[in-house]
């Protein structure tokens, strides 16, 4: 579920891909199960197939061997052999002689009476002679002869290695601890032991060993010394868990392999067959190694899909979703159609009609927008234009009567001459921002002859070459005489400033008037930033805000705040640009 939640907000192709991932993983993941529980089924069974082969042919061994062992005290028994060791110096060559081949002929059907003895001997010390199945001038070898005295009893021990050569003997007689008169022996065929033990493992390539830990002695199908080095430690670990059969996987020489073992008590041995797992599971390695092409090629799948779903399906879609973009951020650009007829094709020829059309409606809303806003100029123009009309005809009067104020009564009728002018000479609805701070100050000389020296009125700063709506800061300078400085007991201050702020300019108009109080600013704040709500007061401050945005737009106008000088600070801010 938590994987469902993080692709909820994800991509049209992550989610794509995902889905396709969990479609094609599980099934490999179920192929890639099939395939191991396959091999270890096929190794579970080729082991126990190898492992009943060895307990059969070791079986076979330890018959043989304990038949040899069981028969052998037959021979030895023999009264021919026991005549001739005893006397055999004292006989005639006729008669030691017929003994002679009368004991050859039963040790040639001892020989030949298993394919595991390799020849049947008689060791008779009076004679130092040994008499083969088909020989008798053999001379003794006393190393041989004194090797093949054991002292261990016979079916517990029965065999003796010598010279890498394979006894089983038997001494007359052998309740003794005197010199025996003669040792019958039989030895054992290592070629038919290894051919036996060739069988375990033949057929599925594999190689066996015989190794007896006590004596050392080992017999091998042609096994590679390392691997035979590996193995007689592998017995010796295995004696020392005290385990008598099983099956292990081993790792030799980078290589794996399937070892199946059996200890034999008669020939106090291990026998070991070792098999290359790849013999073993020939035919999985191949269903393996086809596997992991299949991993591969469903890589590629991943690849080509990946590909054809960019290249088709979220490149087209990523490319829509960014023209929608555009289109939020009013940039009505038209795709280019680069489809045939599919899905896409068809959304990108209904996108473009849609940002046609959207154009032509913009257009055509803009053009009434501009009508209506000329017309809301001139009508909030029209408010202004006759307010300062009433006053100045009454002030003239009073400058007419007073004898001594004929020369300011003369330069206030030159001043509402300039005033007049400026409101009535054209129908200009914007003009430059240096004629509208000259008229201004031709208003700020006319209320000074009405109020004499006592406010002091100082403009600063530079203007800048632009256009702006016509009465932007007159009617702030107005407001100020009106409210803040002409109740005023104290000596009044008006100071016009001016500075630039990131592409803007803005003019601030400060007074030190103490009528207004912080709460009457606030609410002051709160009408100029919802005057778009509030149509109907078209005087003062908010004719002014209400024109500069219509203008420039919302995020310019009027600010209204606490002055350094203590009365209110009125800030006009204008685009430059």
């Known amino acids: 579920m938590n994987g469902l939640f993080f692709l909820r907000d994800s991509s049209i192709f992550k989610k794509v891909m995902a889905a396709f991932l969990a479609a094609l993983l599980p099934l490999m993941a179920i192929t890639w199960t099939i395939n191991e529980k396959g091999s270890d089924n096929i190794r579970s069974e080729i082991t126990e197939s190898v492992l009943n082969t060895t307990r059969f042919y070791m079986d076979s061994l330890d018959k043989e061997a304990d038949r ?61 002679r040994s008499i083969l199945s088909n020989d008798y001038e053999t001379r003794l070898d006393p ?39 003669y040792i019958l022996g039989v030895e054992l065929s290592a070629a038919k ?32 010394p390392a691997l035979l080095q590996r193995m007689k430690s592998f017995a010796l670990e295995k004696r020392g868990l005290r385990s008598e059969e099983g099956h292990e996987t081993i790792v030799h020489d980078h290589k794996r392999y399937l070892v199946v073992y059996k200890y034999s008590n008669l020939w106090n041995s291990y026998s070991i067959t070792c098999i290359p797992e790849e013999m073993v599971l020939g035919s999985l390695q191949m269903y393996r190694t086809l596997f992991w092409w299949a991993c591969a090629l469903a890589v590629c799948i ?26 939020q951020q009013n940039r009505l650009e038209p795709i280019l159609i680069d489809r045939g007829a599919d899905e896409f094709g068809y959304l990108y020829r209904a996108f473009n009609d849609t940002v046609r059309s959207l154009k032509t409606l913009i257009e055509e809303n803009y053009e009434q ?48 001459g300039q005033y007049f002018q400026f409101i009535t000479r054209n129908d200009e609805d914007e003009i430059p921002l240096e004629l509208e701070v000259e008229h201004s100050r031709t ?13 002091q009125v100082l403009f ?53 008037g103490q009528s207004i109080t912080d709460e009457e600013i606030d609410l002051l704040q709160k009408k100029l930033r919802y005057s778009s709500n509030r149509i109907e007061e078209t005087t003062g401050l908010m004719n002014v805000h209400r024109r500069i945005q ?6 310019y106008g009027i600010t209204v705040s606490r002055s350094e000088l203590g009365g209110l600070q009125v800030i006009i801010k204008l685009s430059v640009s």
């Open 68 to 128: 040899i062992s069981r028969y052998l005290p037959n021979y030895v028994m023999d009264t021919d052999l026991m005549e001739l060791a005893a006397t055999g110096n004292d006989m005639s060559p006729y008669e030691r002689t017929r003994k002679v081949l009368d004991i050859q002929r039963r040790l040639e059907l001892m020989k030949n009476s298993s394919p595991f003895i390799e020849e049947a001997k008689a060791y008779v010390p009076l004679l130092k």
């Open 143 to 181: 190393e041989e002869y004194t090797a093949m005295q054991q002292n261990a009893k016979l079916y517990e021990a029965p065999f003796i290695y010598w010279n890498d050569r394979l006894f089983i003997t038997m001494p007359y007689p052998g309740n003794t601890v005197r010199s025996p008169l």
């Open 193 to 224: 032991i290894k051919e036996t033990l060739a069988q375990i493992g033949r057929t599925r390539g594999g190689q066996s060993v015989l190794l007896n830990l006590e004596l050392g002695w080992s017999m091998e199908t042609g096994m590679d």
């Open 302 to 327: 991943v690849m080509f899909f990946t590909y054809f779903l960019l290249r088709f399906i979220y490149r087209p879609l990523m490319k829509l979703v960014h023209s929608f973009r555009r289109v």
């Open 369 to 416: 927008q501009i009508r209506n806003q000329r017309s809301e100029l001139k009508r909030l123009q029209s408010q202004i234009n006759p307010h300062f009309l009433y006053n100045c005809f009454f002030v003239l009067c009073r400058l007419i009567k007073s004898e001594s104020q004929k020369e300011k009564a003369y330069q206030f009728c030159l001043y509402i």
């Open 443 to 455: 208003y700020v000389e006319m209320q000074r002859i009405c109020y004499g020296e006592r406010i």
């Open 460 to 512: 600063e700063g530079d203007v800048p070459a632009i256009h702006v709506p016509r009465l932007i800061l007159q009617p702030i300078i107005e407001n100020a005489y009106k409210h803040a400085l002409g109740n005023m007991l104290q000596p009044g201050e008006l100071w016009v400033h001016s500075e630039r702020r990131d592409g803007d300019f803005l003019l601030y108009v400060e007074d030190n």
């Open 550 to 555: 219509l203008r420039y737009g919302e995020e």
